[in-house]
T-cell receptor, first 112, second 114 residues
Framework: TQLLEQSPQFLSIQEGENLTVYCNSSSVFSSLQWYRQEPGEGPVLLVTVVTGGEVKKLKRLTFQFGDARKDSSLHITAAQTGDTGLYLCAGVPSNSGYALNFGKGTSLLVTP | KAGVTQTPRYLIKTRGQQVTLSCSPISGHRSVSWYQQTPGQGLQFLFEYFSETQRNKGNFPGRFSGRQFSNSRSEMNVSTLELGDSALYLC?????????????FGNGTRLTVT
């Protein structure tokens, strides 16, 4: 059973477009993290959201944590080819220890 | 500061063999976690070690084992390899002081079982 469901699974857009990817769960999470993974490399942490309703901005990326701490979204404004990669959300369920659970990811391709 | 180092980068093994993968964490990081990544299942948690003790374990068979040394370096072992064990094995380190500690991943070991 996948604790974190990400959608869409694949996304192909052109440079300059906006996009949103979603990370949903029926479980409550203590915090959620977003990572980006490029081919041949390990995931790299983008942001951690901790408080329900929290919004964090990282340049053109906006991350939101749901009020109930069960979901999160990542919005990219004016996508660039350098944004191409696999976006993963990960969280520690409130009723567990330190095991970070990952969603299957959204594979984003940004073309010129 | 050097990142997380995993060796080897690529491995090809035959079904039934065993394999040992190595991970050197970032200096000062006491927690090491291992994940298996496949296209179908994504990243699945194997186990986590903190100060030489296994603190968490995922739902993998006993053929998958690990250990952590006093210098925080970690190894994972897979015995009696099966074709389905072909995957990218990722190691991540963190300071481990809380669940909010960010994970720093290595670039993985790509294991192919034939």
């Amino acid at each position: 059973t996948q604790l974190l469901e990400q959608s869409p699974q694949f996304l192909s857009i052109q440079e300059g477009e906006n996009l949103t990817v979603y990370c949903n769960s029926s479980s409550v999470f203590s915090s959620l993290q977003w990572y980006r993974q490029e081919p041949g490399e390990g995931p790299v942490l983008l942001v951690t959201v901790v408080t329900g309703g929290e919004v964090k901005k990282l340049k053109r990326l906006t991350f939101q944590f749901g009020d109930a701490r069960k979901d999160s979204s990542l919005h990219i404004t004016a996508a660039q080819t350098g944004d191409t990669g696999l976006y993963l959300c990960a969280g520690v369920p409130s009723n567990s220890g330190y095991a970070l659970n990952f969603g299957k990811g959204t594979s984003l391709l940004v073309t010129p | 500061k050097a990142g997380v180092t995993q060796t080897p980068r690529y491995l090809i093994k035959t079904r039934g063999q065993q394999v040992t993968l190595s991970c050197s964490p970032i200096s000062g990081h006491r927690s090491v976690s291992w994940y298996q990544q496949t296209p179908g299942q994504g990243l699945q948690f194997l186990f986590e070690y903190f100060s030489e003790t296994q603190r968490n374990k995922g739902n993998f068979p006993g053929r998958f084992s690990g250990r952590q040394f006093s210098n925080s370096r970690s190894e994972m072992n897979v015995s009696t390899l099966e074709l389905g064990d072909s995957a990218l094995y990722l190691c991540a380190s963190s300071q481990g002081s809380s669940y909010n500690s960010p994970l720093h991943f290595g670039n993985g070991t790509r294991l192919t079982v034939t």
